[in-house]
């Protein structure tokens, strides 16, 4: 049997034990960003990297969740003949157009792009046009917030502000409802879920890994797996199919990470994180 026959059987062995226990989400960032974003630079992948994630999940047999599904923030999905995987991309990189989008209409994968309202048109970030755009090529679009402050930090008014005011922007930039929400940063509590239910979204998705169970929306936000440049094809293609190994992986390495946020808080572990990362760019010296 070749490496790829018995690669894909193993995908096809581990998606019927895994269909039932639910679905993946992948959490993308930026896709080969050209100058260099400080706050993607670490979640950064590829692009060469990401058409080999794609033919991953191709390999692994998995279906999209449906465009239209996405469009109404509606991941109440059920158990299907083929495993069902979702890609999202988090800020609202100009990537995600340029980069991304081609190949995953080749792939016919839907993705959901969380959009940054308050950065649209900076540098390095999708403009108002673009944005409108990414419909068109099989993205539907989300909130992350307005200004990409972690919402479990900010008082009631700022908080609803945010949620509000991001998805009413964005609905009206693109003519259809937002229903979908990424916090920032994965920073999620019981307020923040109250609240976005509250300003209108019927999906809240974090970033602690799992897979998105099939049925009702968790009262929490749905998991998500974070993407970066050392994830392997062979990860993704586990991944995919809800391989229990891998979810493990990835759970471990979220826990861990738990740590020194607990004891650092937000503001204290994103200064340590800055300085870690300034410090690895200036080891490698310039691009």
Known sequence: MSASKAASSLAARLARRSWPGGWPALMYHAVEVADGLPESEDYTVSASLFARHLLALERAGVASVPLLRLLHGDLALSPGEAPLALITFDD??????TRASEPLAESDLAALAFITVDRIGEPGYLDADQVRV???????VGSHGLTHRYLTDLPLGELRREL???????SALVGYPVRTLSAPGGRVDDR???????AGYRAVMGSEPGLVPYGDPPPGPSP????TERTT???????????PAALIQELARYKALQVP??????????????ALLGAWRGRRGPA
């Open 92 to 97: 609202g990189f100009e990537s995600v157009l």
């Open 134 to 140: 990414l419909l068109g090529m099989g993205l539907a």
């Open 164 to 170: 509000a005011e991001s998805r009413d922007r964005l």
């Open 192 to 198: 923040v879920m109250a609240e976005a239910r509250r």
């Open 224 to 227: 998500r797996l974070a993407i």
């Open 233 to 243: 094809p062979a990860h993704i293609e586990r991944l995919a199919v809800g391989d």
């Open 261 to 274: 946020k607990r004891l650092l808080g937000n503001a204290g572990y994103d200064a340590v994180r800055g």
